[in-house]
């Protein structure tokens, strides 16, 4: 992989980093995410910086950014635009929503109705909008980031499997370490970080990017090891429902991106299983006992990687 791609994608890393303190892997995923061209969940708490996240992205590749604050009265037509009349036309005109921007924060996505979200559901899969029988594509490079909170469940709809697998990976942020929420403050003490991000790449640097992380080399050793990982999710047996290839699919594609952010044209052992928690748990359904029994999602997959050793090849330490 050129050093110039690693460099790029190095710099989107750290300029998110001057606002998200102490958060280097879940900054890392998500930008692994967007090289990827997926879509990502941030599954946390209030008031940790998911938003804060998605707007220090956006900003870091000079996208668009769109913010939408989901809840139970959001209509589909909210989110993906409407047909006004327009006297001057004599014709309905498309009068496009807000995801109709590069990056989209779908924000505590679990308090809309199904079906509003459901209409976001094409946007992310299909990368399109239908409205009165006309298809519209949303910009590219194109992201959801949807955030929820999940010690609220008065008021909120549990996102469905089918919604859930169209997500490439899901992280957490957590709270931040004493020393990590000193700095924080320090930052804020007089403004906010965020409103002094500045781009690193543009759009169109991003959309080739992406298309030399699709470019990154995956040996057949490791194509089976993605399969081997993702089919023990469906036949272990604390799991009534596995990954389907969708998972297999996003295995691939995020450590292709990790591969490039260490300026490797090929991918290693390490990359797959580094991302193998982030990109399986939420394809997850657990058996009820066990869920009961405290055990969750993320548990099962570190389970399966202890259990399935990789195959022998190249190392993070060769050249």
Known sequence: MPTLTANKIAAIIANVERVIVGKHEAVTLAVAALLADGHMLIDDIPGVGKTTLAQSLARSVDGIFKRVQFTPDLLPSDLTGVSIWDPGRQDFVFRPGPVFANIVLADEINRATPKSQAALLECMEE??????????????????IATENPIEYEGTYSLPEA????????IRLGYPQPAEEAVILEQQRLRHPKESVEPVVDSQELLELQQRVRQVYLEDSLKAYIVELVNATRTHPEVELGASPRGSLALMRLSQALAAAEGREY?????????????????????????????????????????????????????
């Not at 919604?163 to 899901?170: A, H, I, K, N």
């Not at 991918?267 to 009820?288: K, M, Q, T, Y």
């Open 267 to 319: 991918v290693i052992p390490e990359d797959i299983r580094s991302v193998a928690v982030a990109a399986l748990a939420h394809r997850l359904c657990l058996s009820p006992d066990w869920q009961m029994r405290g055990r969750s999602a993320e548990d099962i997959i570190r389970e399966i990687l202890a259990a399935h050793p990789p195959p022998l090849g190249r190392r993070r330490s060769e050249p």
């Open 127 to 144: 990368r399109q909008v239908s409205a009165d029988g006309v298809s519209y594509p949303v910009p590219r490079p194109f992201m959801v």
């Open 163 to 170: 919604e859930l697998d169209r997500f490439l990976l899901r």
